[in-house]
């Protein structure tokens, strides 16, 4: 009898969500709600994720955008297409802030649902996803380099600012719980956290001068074609007009660069069965014919190559080939350089990260790969079927060609806070259910759930850039923002509303400090292996990749300290070890 009573006082324990559960489960077996929770919290996370996909579609569109300018050149001046958004300051406004919205959603809820006092789970969330981010994401991006390369940062002097204030922003966060208003959050205490924003964004943008060159949008340029057919030549192969045209985007395609945002989507596409962003790779071997010594014509030179048939549909804007042309003139061979260049360009030009319609989206969503069945294989029909509810129900969200993007990015906000208020529901519950402590549901579920889009977006960035920029910048001014606006703004709200109340805004959760203590620990085991690796021959003196054992064994401290950093949270959240540093 005893037991039967005790089973159903902890059942209602655990039944302290804002908006779950949904029904009366407090005669339901313990067992079986953790297992239905589990997987809720897991779907809810998948959903997280395509969301945040689509998120940042629009955040792409928005940065994006180019314009034309004039620049001298030695016949007076040329106009170069160039992007209107700064690289670093899309990097430390829109980006992070675009991946730090599910834990701010999470934070903000869990204040409101707690007389905006501290909950258990929001801000130390936040330092968990920190952790996580820095550590995991990182070691995962040293060794995803393939063997031989390296990944070195360009923007040196960016990094360390976003690296400096990744420590920073934790510090501050220390001293306000810790040492200057002990217990207690003041007004402007608040309100500095989210003010260190834009000096973070100032001093960014001020150390990218140097590097801020207007750099034109990589185009396929008439020299690209020229060195095409003349490689064209010494493989001894012809290609028809079309497909020396899609070569060209091909080629074009895989050395751009593209922003973390692009390869968010990029990813996360990749893992749901979305469509590609990426256009199709075609293989030369796969296209083109050979050509033996006796088809030679000597009075063709380098233009021999040219045996192309013009494939393309418009007579008005195509040069008048004919059928395997033996081009002798320089202003007819000239002219056909010129068109595939153009098409090349046109082709590359329509390559959208999102549909310019409602019924596109829809298209997208209801078959797997956007549409792609050929290429579709088990494991993508399998991921389109867990994943079609959530792409059915994002289809709803306009097109980001709706305002430049930003209705779709106000939308996209406003639907991450249904989805924190459910992570969070989903986590406090689960974390009850299995007698863990909020802390450790923090640290673990919540953080590594909504650190996914960015370890995506992290990982194929660094396997695919040129550079370790990318990756690195994502991560640390991820992790800046966390705490500035993540928790500034909540801070802020909570305090002016505790100011109206005529009290004050106490801290009654020593987790959060012991948790930040043990992050900028761990942020400087982690600098320092990325230091060291940049300046020694034996890690190949690069960030990312490297000398293949020196980057494992990179790697293996990195997820070595964030074991040691989950080990100390969970000694002190069951009172092992002391973490009350007032």
């Given at each position: 009898?005893?037991?039967?009573?005790?089973?159903?006082?902890?059942?209602?324990?655990?039944?302290?969500?804002?908006?779950?559960?949904?029904?009366?489960?407090?005669?339901?077996?313990?067992?079986?709600?953790?297992?239905?929770?589990?997987?809720?919290?897991?779907?809810?996370?998948?959903?997280?994720?395509?969301?945040?996909?689509?998120?940042?579609?629009?955040?792409?569109?928005?940065?994006?955008?180019?314009?034309?300018?004039?620049?001298?050149?030695?016949?007076?001046?040329?106009?170069?297409?160039?992007?209107?958004?700064?690289?670093?300051?899309?990097?430390?406004?829109?980006?992070?802030?675009?991946?730090?919205?599910?834990?701010?959603?999470?934070?903000?809820?869990?204040?409101?649902?707690?007389?905006?006092?501290?909950?258990?789970?929001?801000?130390?969330?936040?330092?968990?996803?920190?952790?996580?981010?820095?550590?995991?994401?990182?070691?995962?991006?040293?060794?995803?380099?393939?063997?031989?390369?390296?990944?070195?940062?360009?923007?040196?002097?960016?990094?360390?600012?976003?690296?400096?204030?990744?420590?920073?922003?934790?510090?501050?966060?220390?001293?306000?719980?810790?040492?200057?208003?002990?217990?207690?959050?003041?007004?402007?205490?608040?309100?500095?956290?989210?003010?260190?924003?834009?000096?973070?964004?100032?001093?960014?943008?001020?150390?990218?001068?140097?590097?801020?060159?207007?750099?034109?949008?990589?185009?396929?340029?008439?020299?690209?074609?020229?060195?095409?057919?003349?490689?064209?030549?010494?493989?001894?192969?012809?290609?028809?007009?079309?497909?020396?045209?899609?070569?060209?985007?091909?080629?074009?395609?895989?050395?751009?660069?593209?922003?973390?945002?692009?390869?968010?989507?990029?990813?996360?596409?990749?893992?749901?069965?979305?469509?590609?962003?990426?256009?199709?790779?075609?293989?030369?071997?796969?296209?083109?014919k050979h050509i033996s010594k006796s088809e030679e014509d000597p009075t063709l030179g380098t233009t021999r190559a040219i045996f192309a048939t013009t494939t393309f549909t418009e007579p008005h804007d195509d040069p008048q080939l004919p059928p395997n042309p033996r081009v002798v003139d320089d202003v007819e061979f000239n002219n056909y350089i010129f068109h595939c260049a153009h098409k090349a360009n046109q082709s590359l030009s329509k390559e959208s990260v999102g549909a310019?319609?409602?019924?596109?989206?829809?298209?997208?969503?209801?078959?797997?790969?956007?549409?792609?069945?050929?290429?579709?294989?088990?494991?993508?029909?399998?991921?389109?079927?867990?994943?079609?509810?959530?792409?059915?129900?994002?289809?709803?969200?306009?097109?980001?060609?709706?305002?430049?993007?930003?209705?779709?990015?106000?939308?996209?906000?406003?639907?991450?806070?249904?989805?924190?208020?459910?992570?969070?529901?989903?986590?406090?519950?689960?974390?009850?259910?299995?007698?863990?402590?909020?802390?450790?549901?923090?640290?673990?579920?919540?953080?590594?759930?909504?650190?996914?889009?960015?370890?995506?977006?992290?990982?194929?960035?660094?396997?695919?850039?040129?550079?370790?920029?990318?990756?690195?910048?994502?991560?640390?001014?991820?992790?800046?923002?966390?705490?500035?606006?993540?928790?500034?703004?909540?801070?802020?709200?909570?305090?002016?509303?505790?100011?109206?109340?005529?009290?004050?805004?106490?801290?009654?959760?020593?987790?959060?400090?012991?948790?930040?203590?043990?992050?900028?620990?761990?942020?400087?085991?982690?600098?320092?292996?990325?230091?060291?690796?940049?300046?020694?021959?034996?890690?190949?003196?690069?960030?990312?990749?490297?000398?293949?054992?020196?980057?494992?064994?990179?790697?293996?401290?990195?997820?070595?300290?964030?074991?040691?950093?989950?080990?100390?949270?969970?000694?002190?959240?069951?009172?092992?070890?002391?973490?009350?540093?007032?």
């Amino acid at each position: 009898m005893t037991t039967e009573i005790m089973n159903e006082t902890y059942f209602y324990k655990c039944d302290v969500g804002l908006a779950l559960p949904l029904f009366d489960e407090s005669t339901w077996f313990t067992g079986i709600r953790a297992i239905l929770y589990t997987i809720g919290l897991l779907y809810t996370f998948l959903g997280l994720t395509i969301l945040a996909e689509e998120f940042a579609v629009a955040i792409e569109t928005i940065t994006s955008k180019t314009r034309t300018i004039k620049i001298p050149d030695e016949y007076g001046h040329k106009e170069i297409e160039v992007r209107v958004w700064n690289e670093t300051v899309a990097n430390l406004t829109l980006l992070p802030l675009g991946s730090n919205t599910p834990l701010l959603m999470i934070t903000l809820i869990e204040f409101l649902g707690h007389n905006f006092e501290f909950g258990d789970i929001g801000p130390v969330a936040i330092v968990g996803s920190a952790a996580f981010n820095l550590l995991i994401t990182t070691a995962v991006c040293i060794v995803v380099v393939p063997n031989g390369e390296i990944r070195r940062v360009r923007k040196a002097a960016v990094v360390l600012v976003t690296s400096i204030f990744c420590m920073f922003a934790y510090f501050w966060l220390f001293l306000i719980l810790a040492t200057i208003s002990k217990g207690v959050i003041e007004i402007w205490e608040a309100i500095i956290t989210w003010m260190i924003f834009p000096i973070l964004v100032f001093l960014g943008w001020r150390a990218d001068i140097p590097y801020n060159k207007k750099e034109e949008i990589e185009r396929v340029t008439e020299s690209d074609v020229r060195n095409f057919l003349k490689e064209a030549e010494r493989e001894e192969k012809i290609y028809t007009t079309e497909e020396t045209v899609m070569l060209l985007v091909s080629e074009n395609a895989a050395r751009r660069h593209h922003s973390i945002s692009w390869y968010k989507i990029y990813a996360i596409r990749r893992f749901t069965a979305g469509k590609n962003v990426k256009p199709r790779r075609m293989s030369k071997s796969k296209c083109g014919k050979h050509i033996s010594k006796s088809e030679e014509d000597p009075t063709l030179g380098t233009t021999r190559a040219i045996f192309a048939t013009t494939t393309f549909t418009e007579p008005h804007d195509d040069p008048q080939l004919p059928p395997n042309p033996r081009v002798v003139d320089d202003v007819e061979f000239n002219n056909y350089i010129f068109h595939c260049a153009h098409k090349a360009n046109q082709s590359l030009s329509k390559e959208s990260v999102g549909a310019s319609t409602w019924s596109e989206q829809f298209h997208e969503a209801v078959f797997v790969n956007g549409g792609d069945n050929e290429s579709a294989t088990k494991l993508d029909y399998l991921m389109h079927s867990l994943s079609f509810i959530w792409k059915l129900l994002f289809a709803f969200i306009p097109p980001a060609v709706y305002l430049g993007g930003w209705l779709r990015y106000v939308v996209c906000f406003f639907m991450i806070g249904c989805f924190a208020l459910l992570i969070g529901d989903f986590a406090t519950i689960l974390g009850c259910l299995l007698g863990l402590k909020g802390m450790i549901t923090a640290v673990t579920f919540v953080a590594v759930g909504t650190s996914l889009p960015d370890w995506f977006a992290c990982v194929k960035s660094a396997k695919h850039e040129r550079h370790a920029d990318s990756a690195i910048e994502n991560i640390t001014a991820t992790n800046s923002v966390n705490i500035l606006v993540g928790l500034g703004i909540p801070l802020t709200i909570a305090s002016i509303y505790h100011i109206i109340k005529g009290d004050q805004l106490l801290f009654l959760v020593p987790q959060l400090q012991f948790s930040t203590v043990l992050y900028l620990g761990a942020a400087i085991g982690c600098f320092t292996v990325l230091f060291i690796r940049r300046n020694t021959n034996c890690a190949g003196n690069t960030e990312l990749g490297g000398v293949v054992y020196s980057k494992y064994f990179s790697a293996l401290v990195l997820i070595l300290l964030w074991i040691l950093y989950l080990v100390m949270c969970i000694l002190q959240a069951y009172g092992i070890i002391s973490g009350n540093l007032l």
